[in-house]
């Protein structure tokens, strides 16, 4: 008799706790952090998707009477600021703009795993089958692929930009003169891509140069580089999971490669020979004023969010004359895109009911109507439901924001078959980086032989990655 | 006696505490990294590494490369800042008419922030837009090329941007030394028929000596871990060009996660700028006073 009713206490108890849980509405759920006076610091990049959540900032706070103070930084502060607080154990950022490069592989151990907010009934949920794919595997994971600690909030892609106007201007005469259509696209190949700038330099008064490129001695080498590297068939590391989920260990360093060393050779003499000479300067900000000058240079590879400066009258001399394409196409006949997103996290070192607050920002932060926004912004959203939205069918249709302008091309660089994750998800990505990008710049500068610049990046990369040392210890 | 010693004790203490906390933990704490591997990423833990940072710090050619810039942005940079610094500061100090205005007009732009000078350098030398370019390429300068994109002409940029916004810092400092300067030798000199070349010479140089002693050391001190503008403009390049060692702290401590290295590098500055500092105090004061 004591044991059944014990049973029955039991059953009612977890009745009592469970059942206000599913019969929770879905105004409830949204609603039940009113009135704690939650504040939520939100450290993220300044992005277009970071402009639409503030610009919509306000509905979130006003629905759920959780405030959201944003910090908006270039990215190089973020990481600095990122690793600081994280690495100090600091719940002062609750919501971390999670760069997949960097803080991800370096910190993602101390990022809260975000299923066990998908799996609680008294939260709302997000349809993770709704982002795409390839964004969620780079954003989001690191090494366990059990275990969620994002969800894709960006997703910042190379793309080839061009002035439509100089190149439907010369299309015949370049047609007559080569042989063949030069509209920018997977099917011009980096030779083309290397000719046609030459004969813009020859022929088009309207731009000094035919190609600018972001060949500064920081990250945007890397980037530029990149474009190249990955189209000629080269690889970053042995360990092929460090282009997809991520790995401890990378294994060998393979820049050292017959295709890595013939990629480092063209890029050279793209470089040095047929780009804008101010290349070496620039970044990828300095690259896209340029463009956006009108007169420096009709092509370039930049970041598809710089549509945005480009449709900017206030901004740019190019409004209505620029359009997008995807990459040259690679030794293997399709188009490397080169893709470097980024997830919003949350920090575990906050209190749990600070993580459920900000839970609730992630998932209207990808909601459909933020998710629109971004498409003012200049940027395209990351949830796929958002293309099927009628009124952003119907702008795309027609053009009418610099985003939905981009959108197509941007669908077809996401297909999985397209992207590349060049930057390699390792814990040690930064100081690999550095190398890379200096060796780059010395060869770029005739310090440095294309062999040597790749035989020292091998050299330096596996002594930083530890398999230098791993391999000394095996022998 | 002891009473009164103990109450000045007391007195002194809180400062005492908060400059222990502020300046010797700190440096203690930095000395300690230095013979740590202490990464800040998660798969890595903080362990004692002994002299290894050291070592390689010893050991690794670019560091060599880093300091050689570095001796190459201090020599220039101070060179011209002192120069003209007292050039300047002799001849405001002749200025009569609007001598305020001018001294307040020649030392703004010490008033800006090195993040904006830096910002300030990149806009007006950028290839495309910027107004001192422009005039460069009409001249027929860097017409096909890059300022910041070029080893030479970016360090020599920097060097410009540093000269522009410090040398006022030296004005000012010498200027009050002049005005200081007691007129007594100066009308004994004229009596004696001295030339304005040999009362400059003679008299007011060596009389200025400890003031410009204070503007030189201030100024290395200061110009040795300079950082923002070149973080701003080349960050570092083109091919390390003008990596000073401050930019390779910053680098090792905040990109490659490697504070234990970083922090070598950091107190290696701190021994130069010392033995840089004892040796200004010998050349202006001789040895043992």
């Keep these: ?475 | 006696m002891r009473k009164r010693v103990n109450t000045e004790f007391w007195m002194i203490l809180p400062a005492l505490v908060v400059l222990a906390a502020i300046t010797v933990f700190p440096f203690i704490y930095t000395v300690r990294l230095s013979f740590m591997h202490y990464p800040m990423i998660q798969i890595r833990s903080p362990e004692f590494a002994g002299l290894e940072n050291w070592i390689r710090m010893f050991q690794d050619p670019k560091v060599r490369f880093y300091w050689w810039v570095t001796l190459k942005y201090v020599v220039g940079a101070l060179s011209c800042e002192m120069i003209l610094g007292i050039l300047i500061a002799l001849l405001l100090n002749k200025i009569r008419a609007l001598e305020d205005f001018f001294t307040t007009l020649t030392i703004s732009p010490m008033f800006f922030a090195p993040v904006l000078v830096g910002l300030l350098g990149r806009f007006l030398l950028h290839d495309s837009y910027g107004v001192y370019a422009y005039f460069l390429h009409q001249v027929g300068l860097f017409k096909g090329g890059s300022i910041f994109g070029q080893g030479t002409s970016a360090l020599l940029a920097l060097i410009g941007l540093d000269i522009w916004e410090w040398t006022p810092l030296v004005i000012i400092i010498v200027l009050a030394g002049l005005k200081a300067l007691p007129s007594e030798p100066f009308e004994a000199a004229s009596i004696d028929g001295a030339t304005g070349w040999n009362k400059l010479w003679y008299l007011t140089l060596p009389m200025l000596k400890p003031v410009i002693f204070v503007a030189l050391i201030i100024r290395t001190m200061d110009v040795m871990r300079y950082f923002a503008k070149i973080f701003i403009t080349t960050r570092g390049g083109p091919a390390d060009a003008t990596k000073i060692v401050s930019i390779a702290v910053y680098d090792q401590a905040f990109q490659a996660y490697r504070m234990g290295y970083a922090a070598t590098l950091t107190l290696s500055m701190l021994v130069v700028t010392i033995i840089l500092g004892i040796l200004f105090v010998r050349f202006f004061f001789g040895q043992g006073e």
């Design chain 1, 1 to 475: 008799m004591k044991r059944l009713i014990v049973l029955i206490m039991s059953f009612l108890l977890i009745g009592v706790m469970v059942i206000p849980a599913f019969s929770m509405t879905e105004e409830e759920k949204w609603t039940q952090f009113r009135n704690k006076g939650i504040v939520l610091h939100f450290l993220t990049e300044d992005t277009p998707a970071a402009g639409a959540i503030l610009k919509l900032l306000p509905e979130f706070e006003k629905r759920t009477g959780i405030k959201v103070e944003v910090t908006r930084t270039n990215v190089s502060d973020l990481v600095t600021k990122l690793m600081l607080e994280l690495g100090a154990g600091s719940s002062e950022i609750d919501i971390i703009y999670n760069a997949r490069w960097q803080i991800l592989p370096a910190f993602s151990d101390v990022l809260v795993d975000v299923r066990k907010f998908q799996n609680d009934p008294t939260l709302p949920h997000l349809p993770l089958d709704d982002f795409f794919k390839a964004h969620l595997i780079a954003t989001s994971f690191f090494v366990d692929k059990e275990r969620q600690v994002a969800i894709p909030h960006d997703a910042s892609t190379m793309i080839w930009f061009y002035r439509k106007d100089i190149f439907d201007k010369y299309r015949d005469k370049f047609m007559a003169e080569k042989g063949y259509d030069w509209t920018p696209g997977p099917n011009i190949t980096w030779d083309q891509y290397y000719e046609i700038a030459k004969w813009i330099n020859e022929n088009v008064p309207e731009v000094k140069y035919g190609a600018g490129h972001m060949a500064k001695q920081w990250n945007s080498l890397y980037c530029d580089f990149s474009n190249v590297f990955w189209s000629f068939g080269a690889r970053g590391f042995e360990n092929p999971e460090t282009e997809s989920y991520g790995a401890i260990f990378p294994g060998r360093c393979m820049w050292d490669s017959p295709e890595a060393i013939e990629a480092a050779k063209f890029y050279k003499k793209l470089i040095t020979e047929v780009a804008h000479p101010a290349s070496i300067g620039w970044d990828w900000a300095s690259l896209a004023e340029a463009f956006a000058k009108g007169d420096e240079i009709a092509m370039c590879f930049e970041w598809h969010d710089y549509m945005m400066m480009f449709g900017d009258p206030s901004r740019s001399k190019v409004v209505g004359k620029v359009a997008a394409a995807l990459m040259p196409k690679g030794k293997d006949g399709r188009s490397h895109v080169y893709y470097s997103g980024a997830g919003l996290s949350i920090n575990s070192y906050i209190p749990e009911i600070r993580q459920k607050a900000a839970w609730l920002f992630l998932v209207w932060q990808a909601s459909i109507p933020v998710q629109k926004e971004i498409f003012k912004m200049g940027s395209t959203p990351v949830r796929k439901s958002t293309y099927e939205d009628p009124e952003v069918k119907q702008w795309i249709k027609e053009g009418r924001y610099p985003g939905a302008k981009i959108a197509p091309v941007m669908l077809e660089a996401w297909k999985e078959e397209n992207l590349e994750y060049v930057e390699a998800k390792i814990p040690q990505f930064v100081e690999t980086l550095i190398i890379q990008y200096t060796h780059l710049a010395y060869m770029l500068q005739g310090k440095e032989t294309p062999e040597e610049a790749m035989k020292n990046i091998v050299k330096e990369v596996n002594e930083a990655t530890g398999y230098t040392k791993l391999i000394k210890q095996k022998k």
